[in-house]
């Protein structure tokens, strides 16, 4: 069904349906409603091009993302978080453009989408303390949603995030109320402002009893199988081991849960694990229970609520200019697994089998 068979089917003319379903305001309420449901019940598309004509706009949104090998941005939740958003593309006729680019060159590569005008908006990835593209952003005119927050910037902006800090205050008083002291933390490349938001709610929950983490026990890296499996290799070896994990990432986890199997330790007995999870499509923490005590909060419905942030934005410059910038911040829930159980007293010595194994 093309725009004139619609048209002729409601007995409107092809520009008033065109408008009514392009949200053009001099279209009555009660037409728009009728319009946009007939459009739904015979699954009319409009053209995107005729909808660029038609609006003015490039129906395009950007994602620049930056190459490098040591970033939080070549974690595999970011293909959820695209998932997400394409969702809203697709459902308002919008394309996605992605643009890869080394980190250098990042604030050419908006500068080049502004001038092109090749998109309408774009979504910043992967914020650091005091990210500079959010100035420049302001300065290109830009619009934008960014993907988390970034300490230090006094500039507003609109921004979807996890409570990262209440999240991991969370799951670090989850660990101490379990007896454990010996508390580390595996966390995200150092710089990157949900990294350090999760370290300080880490902090807060020991100081809050008057207790101290041990630094030797807090890394920052790259969010791999590979971090969690050699800190914790490194990390038990040690005199004075810890007795539990916070793992800022399911993959670290996991990587965590190898390293005690090689040493032959048991998760949520000898040694807990809680990790943040961010609900992946394909990647799940368990079927229908847990294996990881979690901190969870989707990123695909990040992906979906950044989308249609920036989209309202676009339909409605005013609310760019004239308002305060839309912000959400979303909260972990706490999910209770198999991988977390009391501190173990370690002034009694472990059970072993005949061969001298640990039970």
């Known amino acids: 069904m093309n725009l004139k068979d619609l048209a002729d089917l409601l007995g409107l003319s092809p520009t008033t349906v065109s408008r009514a379903l392009n949200g053009f305001p001099e279209v009555a309420e009660a037409t728009r409603k009728r319009v946009e449901e007939a459009a739904q019940l015979h699954h009319y598309r409009p053209n995107t091009q005729a909808k660029r004509l038609a609006t003015g706009r490039a129906m395009a949104i950007g994602h620049v993302i930056p190459l490098c090998s040591q970033h939080e941005i070549v974690n595999p939740v970011f293909a959820d978080f695209i998932a997400g958003a394409g969702e809203v593309y697709a459902r308002e006729g919008y394309d996605m453009v992605l643009i890869s680019v080394p980190v250098e060159d990042h604030a050419q590569a908006y500068r080049e989408l502004r001038a092109k005008r090749n998109v309408d908006g774009v979504i910043v990835h992967a914020p650091r303390a005091g990210d500079g593209r959010i100035a420049l952003l302001h300065e290109l005119g830009l619009p934008f949603v960014v993907h988390g927050r970034a300490s230090g910037v006094d500039l507003p902006y609109a921004y979807v995030d996890v409570n990262n800090a209440r999240a991991f205050e969370r799951a670090t008083n989850f660990l101490l109320d379990l007896g ?106 368990g079927a229908e229970e847990p294996i990881f005590t979690a901190t969870r909060a989707s990123v695909r419905e990040a992906g979906r609520r950044c989308a249609s942030l920036l989209l309202d934005m676009i339909a409605t410059p005013d609310m760019a200019t004239d308002m305060a910038p839309a912000t959400q911040l979303m909260e972990a829930v706490l999910v209770l697994g198999a991988s977390t159980g009391p501190a173990p007293d370690r002034s009694v010595p472990p059970m072993t089998t005949a061969q001298g194994l640990p039970l």
Do not use: K
Request: include cysteine; proline fraction near 4%; glycine fraction near 10%.
């Open 180 to 285: 454990h002291r010996r508390i580390a933390l595996l966390n995200g490349v150092e710089g990157m402002d949900f990294a350090l938001r999760r370290q300080r709610g880490f902090a807060r929950a020991f100081a809050a009893r008057g207790l101290e983490p041990d630094p030797s026990l807090m890394i920052a890296g790259e969010m791999t199988e590979a971090q969690g499996h050699d800190a914790a290799c490194d990390m038990l070896r040690r005199a004075d081991p810890p007795t539990a994990f916070i793992t800022a990432s399911l993959l670290s986890a996991v990587g965590v849960r190898r390293g005690l199997w090689e040493l032959g330790l048991r998760m949520g007995r000898d040694v807990s694990i809680l990790t943040h999870d961010d609900e992946l499509g394909y990647f799940r923490n």
